[in-house]
């Protein structure tokens, strides 16, 4: 038993068993929590396969479009000017990363305001894992799942609607992309769903948020047919290093732009992670002295 | 031996935006909006000894769950101190969160699609538990609870009474020295009720478990806890020992007397007839003004007597009155009347 002192007069009171808890540092919880939650997401199928169904639509309406558009069949010889959105093939795979990106997100910021309205948000304090990174760790195993089920139907679909394979090292390096871009997009929609605590509604912001993701991040046209100003614009926005940055690596873009897309995703992590450090500490407070 | 939970003057102030009447005044409260103070808990002091079962017992709106939230560590209070096994619960919330369990009624841990042994898994991770240790603490609760045939199946598929004691075996599964309970046996049938109570009666004597239980239900107060503390208007109004509470605030016996002959004439101070059917007579009795022997004796000269039961009216009218006697006190506190006899 520890000596009483005046902040605790009695002093701890001493475990029955006389084990104390060993406290593990680390993600081992976390993952344990994510693996969970992809377990659970398996388990509603009929929301999984409504997402596939989604996707596939979408891909063969803009795929068509494309195709009248730019007056080219997918597997037909290049025009002139093959470079990035000048191919129909290139669309359809532009837009099969984009898409997967954003349809792998889970809606947590949904998730987080209805704990912040039922008053889950101050009960979860009294267990032993942060609320924000529990949450994190369940919205990525969600994500994992649907990167899994989504990336494999991408793949099939963007072949049946006639697109040539990208070049070899194209695609792995999109999908190293993509998986990151999820996971900072998570940072940013777990960002959102807090900022119900002081605008009561978040839908307002997330749609904000998709609203710029469709226009400055290029999820159906690709940045490079922007013209200059707005394209330059949209480059210093993490919107486009979420989903244009990812989506023209498929389409075999140089090593600086592989490399650049991957930093410019770390940096805007790192500055998403940090605000949602200090946006859950503004929140506990909020939480522990105002009431869940 | 170390006090399980000790508060002292426990005070918690909300600060909330009065909502405007009319269109003029919603309009102006945008700019202008004005702010009144409401007091949740005034003062509130307890000390609950390990192992002991105490009922935190109070009307809606009475402070119960602020001060539990404040004791778990999940709210600040405004004023006023607390130790929970040694631990000042908002500084220590982490620690802390280690040898408490929660229940809370309305709200699940477990993972709605998924079997409860899912879950069970999970908060072992969370709670750092070693794996072998976890294993066999879950076999052990579950064994108590009879969940062994449930807890295969998704959550989902449970029944309330079921799920409700998958919940309580996911807050014990840390070994936690203290329980907090918040109704946990709201919506439930009256089977549920009672296979829930005897376990938590059961684990607590067992393991010496402290338990702070709120309900609104007082047969969950009768049948798992030893002492009751009646919390009203933030303050508390009653501390004492279930027996304790019967000796001092029952000032009133139900007694039913069976007789040979089919009706029996009485009219005595103090007495008044609840149910009179052929052979049979119910009578409400003020102890403060006649004794349960005078009644029988005054019974017993003008009839026969077959069969005799004297027992308490039920715990709910206690606290009903109770209940009413604060709501007086405050209205006539009010009025600037004093009032002797209803504080704590």
């Known amino acids: 038993m520890s000596a009483p002192n005046m902040e605790h007069p009695l002093g701890p009171c001493p475990r029955r068993s006389g084990d104390p808890v060993r406290r593990r540092r680390g993600l081992g919880k976390h993952f344990a929590i994510a693996r969970l939650a992809a377990r659970q997401r398996l388990e509603e199928r009929a929301v999984l396969w409504g997402r596939v169904l989604f996707y596939f639509i979408i891909l063969l309406v803009f795929a068509r479009l494309w195709e009248a558009l730019l007056g080219a069949k997918p597997g037909s010889a290049p025009p002139d000017d093959a470079s990035l959105g000048q191919r129909p093939s290139h669309y359809i795979w532009y837009l099969a990363i984009t898409e997967w990106i954003m349809l792998s997100q889970p809606l947590l910021h949904l998730d987080i305001e209805a704990d912040i309205r039922a008053g889950a948000v101050g009960h979860s304090l009294s267990r032993p894992v942060s609320y924000v990174a529990g949450k994190l760790a369940e919205a990525w195993g969600e994500v994992a799942v649907r990167l899994v089920l989504l990336g494999a139907s991408g793949l099939i679909f963007a072949r049946l609607l006639g697109a040539e394979w990208p070049e070899p090292s194209a695609l792995p390096l999109a999908a190293l992309g993509g998986v990151l871009a999820s996971m900072v997009m998570t940072l940013a929609l777990a960002a959102i769903g807090l900022s119900a605590l002081w605008v009561t509604d978040s839908t307002s912001v997330y749609l904000l948020w998709q609203k710029a993701c469709f226009v400055l991040g290029g999820l159906m046209l690709p940045l490079s047919i922007y013209p200059p100003w707005l394209r330059s614009i949209a480059e210093w926005s993490p919107f486009a290093a979420l989903l244009f940055g990812p989506a023209e690596l498929v389409l075999g873009a140089p090593p600086e732009r592989v490399l650049g897309c991957m930093l410019r995703l770390a940096c805007w992590g790192a500055l998403f992670a940090l605000m949602l450090v200090g946006l859950e500490r503004r929140a506990s407070r909020i939480v522990t002295v105002h009431g869940g | ?344």
Not at chain 2, 4 to 17: D, M, N, P, V, Y
Not at chain 2, 19 to 42: I, K, M, N, S
Not at chain 2, 124 to 145: A, C, N
């Open chain 2, 1 to 344: 031996m170390t006090t399980a939970i000790e508060a002292r003057q426990l005070c918690k102030h909300f600060t909330s935006r009065r909502r405007a009447t009319g269109l003029g005044a919603a309009f102006r409260q945008l700019w202008a909006p004005v702010y009144h103070e409401h007091v949740a808990v005034d003062g509130v002091s307890f000390r609950i000894e390990p192992g002991e079962r105490v009922a935190f017992v109070g009307p809606n709106g009475a402070g119960k769950s602020t001060t539990i939230k404040m004791l778990s560590g999940i709210l600040h209070p405004s004023s006023g101190s607390a130790s929970v096994l040694g631990h000042t619960p908002w500084r220590e919330r982490r620690e802390l969160a280690y040898r408490i369990g929660t229940v809370f009624g309305q709200r699940s841990q477990l993972w709605y699609h998924l079997p409860a042994a899912d879950s069970f898994e999970l908060l072992g991770r969370i709670y750092d538990r070693e794996r072998h240790e976890h294993r066999q603490r879950q076999s052990e609760l579950v064994e108590r609870f009879a969940l062994a045939q449930d807890i295969e199946k998704p959550v989902r598929e449970l029944s309330l009474g079921q799920r409700m004691r998958c919940e309580i075996v996911a807050s014990l599964l840390h070994d936690p020295d203290l329980v907090f309970l918040d109704e946990p046996t709201i919506g439930l049938d009256v089977t549920a009720k009672a296979a829930i109570r005897s376990v938590l009666l059961e684990q607590s004597r067992q393991d010496g478990k402290t338990l702070l239980f709120t309900s609104h239900d007082t047969g969950d107060m009768e049948s798992v806890c030893e002492r009751v503390i009646i919390i009203h208007h933030g303050r508390v109004l009653v501390d004492q020992s279930l027996a304790e509470l019967r000796r001092t605030h029952l000032r009133r016996k139900l007694l039913v007397l069976h007789t040979v002959e089919p009706a029996v004439p009485l009219t005595l101070a103090g007495t008044r007839v609840v149910a009179c059917e052929p052979h049979r007579l119910e009578l409400e009795l003020d102890l403060d003004r006649v004794a349960v022997e005078q009644v029988v004796q005054l019974v017993m000269a003008r009839a026969r007597l077959r069969d005799l039961t004297v027992s308490d009216p039920p715990m709910e009218d206690v606290i009903r009155e109770l209940y009413g006697r604060a709501r007086n006190f405050s209205a006539q506190r009010a009025l600037g009347a004093p009032t002797p006899g209803a504080g704590p």
